[in-house]
């Protein structure tokens, strides 16, 4: 949710203030990317079910990393409108992938409380993503913004190995 917000909040104000495009171009590129985030829910739960949560959060992830690559090379509108399709697709395999194996690593007397301090969580981070994406825009860019993006990615790198070698026993 954080990297989501992150670019996802930057996105208009680098596209339409920074950059200068129409608002058109801007309204295409976001409802572009809410259509990428919902749209594959109508396999997501399929492909979880038939690849396993894991493959579908390393799908997620592969996604979210090409989403950051073409961000980086260019500020053309394609550019724009491939990063955030790419980051709303890599959001729902992360979303829906990690809530399956959340819900499913825990006993039923758990699962409410652990999905509850999950759900804290992640949207207190998603909203320091969300206010903190234009501070970071404007101060630093749109490249650090991508930067700052890295690591939260990084870091779950380790849960996704892990969590492969607990799967191989």
Known sequence: WSVMSLIMTA???SMHEIDRFDMNDTA???QSHIIAM????VMSGFLVARFGSLNIIRAGLVLLF??????WV???LMHYWWALVLLGVGWNFLFLGGT???TSSYRQSERFKVQAVNDFVVFSM???AALSSGMILLDFGWHYLLLVSLPLLLALMPAVIRGRLLADG
Not at 66 to 71: E, K
């Open 74 to 76: 260019d500020r053309h």
């Open 100 to 102: 399956t194996l959340l």
């Open 28 to 30: 295409w590129v976001i």
């Open 38 to 41: 919902y749209l594959p829910s």
């Open 126 to 128: 998603q909203g320091l």
């Open 66 to 71: 090409a989403c950051l690559a073409v961000a």
């Open 11 to 13: 996105t208009p104000v």
